[in-house]
């Protein structure tokens, strides 16, 4: 019985150790960035493992793909075929509504947003619960991400990047507690912010007027305040209105465009900015002397 005691009381010290060891690092971490580095290096080293636990999925997806019928396949083609050409109808009549656009900007002598660069990424995991709302994509820093990016899919936007490592990045969804995003209604042109609420499906508007001009299903994009979101981006779109007669104020709950638990691709944003001129020195301009007439002596 002896033995026992002393082999427990053994363990016990080790075990303290590494509590003590584990505070000790964790609050290196918060308050000082010399762990920084070694997380980048670990992230890097731990790459193959993301990408190897990502498999299973993936390998479903191509054997699901793979037993898909013959008939299946030439339907979404002849489908994927038509809704082509409407968007080519409409890609070239926006071309023509940029052309007149760029040609009354340039007529008001206003600064102009050409477009905006694209990454295309993939989803390596999910972190997604009622207190986070984090994805992790496979493009970092040597890809060219850093923080702040905008990220969005081909509905709406997503979020954006909070955390970058070489070749990984970590995104916050719009939808996560912590996050708020400046947005702008696209009919009254009311400016608010829609926050997070840890649910995929909907974003919260607090605190607008009594008197705001909104409705259900008004198109929220974002207001382009803040420098983070590029302008006119897709949001959300109003779903339901609270009126709080005690306090004279309207709330509203959003229902994002963006598919924030579907998304298997994104796109991470790259702003457009307008190349700076500079200005070229000014040439010296010394005085014309007249050439001496040749009967001056």
């Known amino acids: 019985m002896q ?7 053994g363990n016990v010290i080790p075990v303290l150790f590494l509590i003590v060891f584990s505070i000790s690092l964790m609050y290196v971490d918060q308050r000082f960035s010399h762990l920084e580095s070694v997380r980048a290096g670990i ?11 990502s498999l299973p999925a993936q390998s479903g997806t191509w054997i ?11 339907d979404e083609n002849r489908q994927l075929t038509n809704d082509q050409r409407i968007l080519n109808a409409r890609l070239q009549k926006m071309e023509v509504l940029l052309a007149e656009n760029t040609r009354l900007r340039n007529l008001l002598g206003s600064s102009r947003k050409v477009a905006d660069e694209v990454i295309v990424a993939e989803l390596l995991s999910v972190d997604q619960n009622p207190y986070r709302q984090l994805i992790e994509l496979n493009k970092g ?23 970058v490592t070489p070749n990984s990045s970590t995104v916050m969804l719009i939808s996560d507690p912590e996050h708020a995003i400046p947005v702008q209604f696209i009919r009254s042109g009311l400016r608010t912010v829609a926050f ?21 299903g008004d198109e929220l994009v974002t207001s382009g305040l803040g420098g983070r979101f590029p302008a006119d981006y897709p949001v959300a779109a109003i779903a339901e209105i609270t009126h709080d007669k005690t306090h004279g104020f309207i709330s509203a709950r959003a229902r994002p465009k963006a598919r924030l638990d579907s998304s298997r691709e994104v796109l991470v944003i790259k702003p457009y900015t307008e190349p700076v001129l500079e200005a070229k020195p000014e040439e010296e301009t010394a005085p014309a002397q ?7 002596q």
């Open 43 to 53: 992230s890097v080293l731990i790459s193959p493992l993301r990408y190897l636990v």
């Open 290 to 296: 007249a050439p001496e007439s040749a009967s001056e």
């Open 64 to 74: 699901s793909e793979w037993f898909r019928t013959h008939n299946r396949l030439v």
């Open 141 to 163: 820093s040597l890809d060219g991400l850093y923080d702040g990016q905008a990220v969005i899919d081909d509905y709406g936007v997503m979020g954006q990047v909070i955390h």
């Open 196 to 216: 997070g609420n840890g649910n995929t499906d909907e974003l919260e508007i607090r605190f607008l007027s009594a008197t705001a001009n909104i409705k259900i």
């Open 3 to 9: 033995n026992i005691f002393q082999q427990a009381r």
